[in-house]
């Protein structure tokens, strides 16, 4: 079985306002891909959606990001595509 490709969703509330990004790495941790920034966590989060949906359906991809609000934000992890479980 290959390695899956990583997709997360990023943020940095040291500055102000907060950022919000995601970055594509390879199955074995490199970073192919840093997105731009964005002013809303949900902004990240859709715009990941949207490059995952233009990788080819046999590849597996592992989508994490955060939910919730700060201070009481959980990670959540979703496998997508050829890798449903």
């Known amino acids: 079985m290959k ?3 990583f997709v997360r969703q990023q943020e940095n509330h040291d500055v102000s306002p907060p950022t919000y990004w995601y970055t594509v790495d390879r199955g074995n941790g490199q970073p192919t891909l840093v997105s731009e920034t964005y002013v809303d966590r949900s902004g990240a989060i ?3 959606r949207a490059t995952i949906a233009l990788f080819d359906p046999r590849i597996t991809v ?3 990001y955060w939910r919730g609000r ?4 959980r990670y959540r ?3 997508i595509n050829g890798g449903q479980s």
């Not at 700060?70 to 934000?73: D, L």
């Open 70 to 73: 700060v201070g009481e934000m």
């Open 46 to 48: 859709r715009a990941a």
């Open 62 to 64: 592992q989508f994490s």
């Open 3 to 5: 390695r899956p490709i």
């Open 77 to 79: 992890l979703e496998h």
